[in-house]
């Protein structure tokens, strides 16, 4: 299979999308392909970028959002957020999107990624992200191994509360709205137990018989195009 590096430029001129485009593509096709398809097909399987990443919004006072321009300014831009994620949950609902199941698969695809990374397991996790997702956490385990020699995770069941933060799509084609990916932004907040073991097996941090609240905000990304595709992390926002 041929690889191809693809670089993509983001824009972001509608108000409910993000487009992508392709700026290059770097292969290294044979005269013959050239020959017989006269282009290269290119099919792309993630952005490779969170969109407006979630950050949350500062509250202010009812007063300064009703009788100030910042205030009118702040509420037109707190409508267009949630204009952006109504319009992507309905797109997704066309799809036959549940929250309820979406939810399940979540909470599972959290708790399959965490005990890849505890374990190590490069391969099996290299199917539950994206491509940029997974270098970054192939360099975050190479990392840790540097300074612990194995760790235990677990995650107690069931979790405390999860729920969706926001939605974007981002478009890959202005003449196919159909074409796009979607990301949906989650919380979730759950108790876990770690234990961290240096090369001679002793403990060196955490406790295992010890639950601690933790709160991670990740976004997840589906293609609404590609047959077959599935929820993939793509990001993790800071908290």
Same mark, same amino acid.
């Given at each position: ?14 108000? @409910? ?5 392709? +700026? ?20 792309? @399987? ?15 006072? $009812?007063?300064?959002?009703?009788? @100030? ?22 797109? +997704? ?8 199941? $979406?939810?399940? /698969? ?23 992200? @994206? ?22 995770? /677990? ?13 974007? +799509? ?15 932004? +989650? ?53």
């Amino acid at each position: 299979m041929q690889r191809l590096m693809v670089n993509v430029a983001k824009e972001a001129k509608s108000p @409910t999308f993000c487009y992508v485009r392709l +700026l290059s593509v770097k292969a290294n096709p044979s005269p013959a392909q050239i020959q017989r398809s006269g282009s290269i097909n290119v099919s792309m @399987t993630s952005p490779g970028f969170v969109y407006e990443p979630y950050a949350p919004r500062e509250k202010i006072p $009812f007063w300064r959002r009703c009788f @100030t321009r910042a205030g009118w300014k702040r509420t037109k831009d707190d409508f267009l957020l949630e204009l952006k994620s109504a319009y992507a949950i309905a797109k +997704l609902r066309k799809s036959g999107y549940s929250k309820k199941q $979406f939810y399940g /698969e979540a909470v599972e695809l959290y708790k399959e990624i965490n005990t890849h990374i505890a374990s190590g397991d490069k391969g099996s996790l290299r199917r539950c992200v @994206t491509e940029t997702m997974y270098s970054a956490l192939k360099n975050e385990i190479k990392s840790r191994e540097e300074v612990w020699k194995s760790i235990y995770w /677990e995650l107690v069941i069931p979790i405390q509360k999860i729920r969706t933060l926001q939605a974007r +799509l981002i478009g890959v084609d202005r003449d196919n709205l159909d074409k796009v990916f979607v990301q949906l932004t +989650l919380e979730f907040l759950s108790k876990q137990k770690f234990e961290a073991y240096d090369s001679s097996g002793a403990v060196v941090s955490g406790d295992r018989h010890k639950e601690v609240l933790v709160r991670d905000v990740w976004v997840f990304e589906k293609s609404m195009f590609h047959p077959g595709s599935y929820w993939r992390l793509c990001g993790r926002i800071k908290v």
